[in-house]
């Protein structure tokens, strides 16, 4: 690196800490549900740590039928989006991935978001306050996008089923980060176009009984590997650069015997390891090729609809992403409620082989059960210091908060996760045993 770039990169740092918040240390984190026992604090937010970033992950269920309307919906005032806030504004993290929140240029739905639920809040239940994210992260997604072909093959096109990402208009269930500190919007890189087929040993989905893939050659050498995107976006923190990777892969069902949605949730989790070890067939939206530097401290972030233990999931991708040695290997981010919902609800959750307290969805209980779906993972140069799922048990708070915790935990069939880290070089570890 030249002189004269490390002199440019300076003064660009020097120019937007200005719009650090001004504080040496970060605040810690005040508790203000009314709680009935010693211990529920401890269960259901710790304290954060002095000198650590919050990093969290939330499928808000933020998407609409119709495209424009959640625009709409967060203009005029939502119950649903209340709830949601009050969970982010209790948690207040530094950096947040929102999955699930529709994607609109002109709309700007992730800073109506932030201005109108979390840092002018209508309803204040907890007695949190304000939760000021004023850097926010979007771009275009694949969900929604006409790819003009029959994708599903039942002699049809023009389908939500038809597009390069499952969805009915442009933009639905997309991606928005949120952030305390500035974010590197022209070194962000986007591979919503990447093919899968240019993926080494890309998994082509086929079913058993058949002879020839699901898809002809054709189709498959124009899919998209994302269904909604891969996003690095390098967030500049007090305590350095951390680049956030951010994904939210299809889920893998709502298909046939080919199994083409669990292939590509497989694949799509594969990128983010492939990601992070610098494959060279990677090439992003703007053309530069390759991927993550070895040095550079990161956070895998999003609801990748994969547990390594249950729910019908192709789960070697994500069981190798867990155990890789760029991912810090920590305990996972748990939960009491996920535990006691678990036994109450029953069901499917009784044949589950996976421990139910590290479990972030709440899902059909005749089906699938609670999964553990969504993740918050750090880069092994990172200290973890705790980590946790925001679902907590009703009975820990005080009757008169049980409604609206209540409100908060359904508004969305996910859970937050978050985990507390601060960046070093040393060899990772972790107080959450």
């Known amino acids: 690196m030249t002189v004269e770039k490390v002199a440019s990169i300076l003064l ?38 002095n000198e650590s ?9 933020l998407n609409r039928r119709n495209a424009g309307q959640l625009s709409m919906d967060l203009a005029r005032g939502n119950a649903q989006i209340s709830a949601l806030a009050r969970v982010i504004r209790l948690v207040q993290p530094d950096i947040l991935l929102l999955n699930e929140i529709d994607y609109d240029a002109a709309a700007d739905n992730a800073g109506k978001f932030q201005e109108r639920y979390l840092n002018s809040p209508e309803n204040d239940e907890f007695l949190s306050g304000p939760w000021n994210m004023p850097f926010q992260y979007s771009a275009s997604v694949n969900t ?22 499952y969805g009915a208009f442009p933009g639905q269930y997309g991606m928005a980060i949120l952030s305390r500190f500035p ?9 919503q176009h990447l093919l899968w087929s240019s993926m080494p040993s890309a998994s082509l989905p086929k079913a058993p009984d058949q002879e020839e893939p699901f898809y002809d050659m054709a189709t498959w050498k124009q899919l998209r590997l994302s269904s909604k995107s891969f ?10 650069t951390i680049h956030v990777l951010a994904s939210h892969p299809t889920p893998p069902a709502f298909d046939g015997p080919e199994d083409r949605n669990g292939c590509r949730n497989h694949d799509e989790i594969k990128l983010i390891s492939d990601y992070i070890h610098s494959a060279d067939y990677l090439r992003d939206d703007q053309g530069r090729p390759g991927g993550l530097e070895e040095s550079a401290h990161f956070v ?23 155990k890789d040695s760029r991912i810090a290997q920590v305990a996972a981010p748990r939960s009491v409620g996920g535990k006691m919902a678990a036994e109450r609800q029953g069901e499917a959750n009784q044949q589950h082989a996976g421990p139910p307290e590290e479990d972030t969805a709440d899902f059909n209980d005749r089906s699938v059960g ?63 045993d």
């Open 231 to 240: 996003w690095d976006v390098p967030i500049l923190t007090p305590q350095g």
């Open 144 to 165: 929604g996008v006409p790819s003009g072909l029959d994708l599903n093959v039942n002699g049809r096109t023009g389908e939500p089923d038809d597009a390069w990402g």
């Open 183 to 191: 974010i590197e919007q022209e070194a962000a890189r986007t591979f």
């Open 12 to 49: 660009v740092l020097t120019m937007q800490a200005a719009a650090w918040p001004q504080t040496s240390s970060f605040p810690p984190q005040e508790n203000q549900l009314q709680l009935v026992h010693d211990d529920a604090q401890r269960e259901i937010l710790p304290t954060k740590a």
């Open 370 to 432: 609670n999964l553990r779906a969504d993740y918050a993972l750090a880069s092994s140069n990172c200290k973890v210091i705790q980590s946790g799922v925001f679902w907590p048990a009703l009975e820990s708070v005080a009757p008169e908060q049980r409604t609206a915790l209540l409100e908060s935990l359904r508004a969305s069939d996910h859970h937050l996760v978050w985990i507390d880290v601060q960046l070093h070089n040393g060899k990772s570890t972790s107080s959450n």
């Open 53 to 61: 970033l919050r990093i969290a992950t939330f499928n808000v269920s």
């Open 300 to 322: 895998v972030l999003g609801d990748l609809n994969s547990d390594p233990n249950d729910g019908g999931s192709r789960t070697s991708a994500i069981t190798a992403l867990l």
